[in-house]
């Protein structure tokens, strides 16, 4: 079974750092693209970024380029967003979502979310 | 960037009506158009992917038509747990992948 579970949301606030962390398992990690997606509260949804299978490829939504680095950890399975030069508008539901092989964007399976607030 | 406009914003009907949700991208996505339903307080659940393919553990009731520009989601008679937000994606011209705005469709 496919689980993403997500940590490492809570408050910060504007112009600070906060890294979230998704653990995978139920799949081989090191095959698939992973994603961040996120939601403002009563909003849509936002694609944040991609990183491809095996990190050779990776993007960003323009609205955070340059403030936030996505990677990954093949060792332990896990993806992370460090979120840096953080903005009210930042704060968000980030979901985690497993992608299809090589740079593959179906977004088959998505975490519960870690909540992100910014605020002073 | 592609632009993906839902419509309509809201949808209200019945348990056991028909569901008919519409995206119209602002140029063609060929095929490469995903449907997901998402409930208060839960993660999206992807339902179609590739404009007309059923993923896993969907329901036959739900299926997606179109190609190029306009697209379509029906729901064939609406079960009590179907009544939700309903989100299209489109992922042929990255980055970004975008998303439409939603349709909420709720029991009339």
């Known amino acids: 079974e496919v689980q993403l579970l997500e940590s490492g949301g809570g408050l910060v606030q504007p112009g600070g750092s906060l890294r979230v962390s998704c653990v995978a398992s139920?799949?081989?990690?090191?095959?698939?693209?992973m994603n961040w997606v996120r939601q403002a509260p009563g909003k849509g949804l936002e694609w944040v970024s991609v990183?491809?299978?095996?990190?050779?490829?990776?993007d960003y939504a323009d609205s955070v380029k340059g403030r936030f680095i996505i990677s990954r950890d093949i060792s332990k399975n896990t993806l992370f967003l460090q979120m840096n030069s953080l903005r009210t508008d930042d704060a968000a539901v980030y979901y985690c979502?497993?992608?299809?092989?090589?740079?593959?964007?179906?977004?088959?399976?998505w975490g519960r979310g870690t909540l992100v607030t910014v605020s002073s | 960037e592609i632009v993906l406009t839902q419509s309509p914003a809201t949808l209200s009907l019945s348990p056991g009506e028909r569901a008919t949700l519409s995206c119209r991208a602002s140029?063609?996505?060929?095929?490469?158009l995903a449907w997901f339903q998402q409930k208060p307080g839960q993660a999206p659940r992807l339902l179609i992917y590739?404009?007309?393919n059923r993923a896993t553990g969907i329901p036959a009731r739900f299926s997606g038509s179109g190609s190029g520009t306009d697209f379509t989601l029906t729901i064939s008679s609406l079960e009590p747990e179907d009544f939700a937000v309903y989100y299209c994606?489109?992922?042929?011209?990255?980055?970004?992948?975008?998303f439409g705005g939603g349709t909420k469709v709720e029991i009339k």
């Open positions: 979502v497993k992608g299809g092989t090589g740079t593959n964007l179906i977004f088959d399976y």
């Open positions: 139920g799949f081989a990690f090191t095959t698939y693209a």
């Open positions: 990183i491809g299978d095996n990190g050779n490829r990776i």
């Open positions: 140029q063609s996505v060929h095929s490469y």
């Open positions: 590739d404009a007309s």
């Open positions: 994606q489109q992922r042929y011209i990255w980055p970004p992948v975008t």
